[in-house]
């Protein structure tokens, strides 16, 4: 089954608002990241978090990790209609980290 | 430009007639790997290389097979292609100094009849 799985599936708000997306994962990892993709296009890594850190930004996002509920979230502040896109959380878990296992995703719709 | 290419981008074929999906990174990575995606699955890892002539099973391996016999170029085989086998394959690679970030080629969409 899958490491990491995302909720919700699907999430619609309008621009502006902040969108919130969860990962929960189910073994110890050395880092966790999330990817956007794009409706039919390759994947694009948008942020890293390592298993020691707690909370990680870059831009418009935020990255929480909680290792104790082996769970994360990835917040889109003041979202925007070009940040449609499914986006997966990608857990890396193994002695040498070489494995990345995805979850399905959560499809997020922003509303002009 | 830094990029993972992927030919084909869009395939259709029959039950049994062997194909290759090529996979071609210009960054000089070390890792590379493959994905199908499906619906209500995600993507799964098919098989993964950590250099040259070094490649493993990732979670869905059956049906495919691979090889890694220059750095840049890590084709995907499918000897004896099945309707399952159909979905959205995808190429990625990362860079030497660790096996984080993963640059995702376009993707190869690919209908077995």
């Known amino acids: 089954s899958q490491q990491g799985e995302e909720d919700p599936q699907a999430l619609s708000i309008q621009e502006g608002e902040n969108a919130t997306m969860n990962c929960s994962y189910k073994?110890?990892?050395?880092?966790l990241q999330w990817y956007r993709q794009n409706s039919g296009r390759g994947l694009v890594h948008l942020i890293l978090?390592?298993?020691?850190?707690r909370e990680k930004h870059s831009g418009r996002l935020r990255v929480t990790l909680d290792t104790s509920k082996k769970s994360s979230s990835l917040l889109i502040t003041a979202s925007r209609a070009a940040d449609t896109a499914s986006y997966f959380c990608?857990?890396?878990?193994?002695?040498?980290?070489?494995?990345?296992?995805f979850g399905e995703g959560t499809q997020l719709t922003v509303n002009p | 430009e830094a990029q993972v290419t992927q030919n084909p981008r869009y395939l259709i074929t029959v039950t049994g007639k062997k194909l290759t999906v090529t996979c071609s990174q210009n960054m000089n990575h070390e890792y590379m790997s493959w994905y199908r995606q499906d619906p209500g699955l995600g993507l799964r890892q098919i098989y993964y290389?950590?250099?040259?002539?070094?490649?493993d099973k990732g979670d869905v391996p059956e049906g495919y097979k691979v090889s890694r016999k220059e750095k840049r170029n890590f084709p995907l085989i499918l000897e004896s292609p099945s309707p399952n086998q159909t979905s959205l394959y995808f190429c990625?690679?990362?860079?030497?100094?660790?096996?984080?970030?993963?640059?995702f080629g376009p993707g190869t969409r690919l209908t077995v009849l």
């Open positions: 990608a857990t890396r878990f193994g002695t040498s980290g070489s494995r990345l296992t």
């Open positions: 290389s950590m250099n040259v002539e070094v490649t």
């Open positions: 073994t110890s990892i050395n880092n």
């Open positions: 990625a690679s990362s860079p030497p100094q660790s096996y984080n970030e993963q640059f």
């Open positions: 978090i390592r298993s020691n850190e």
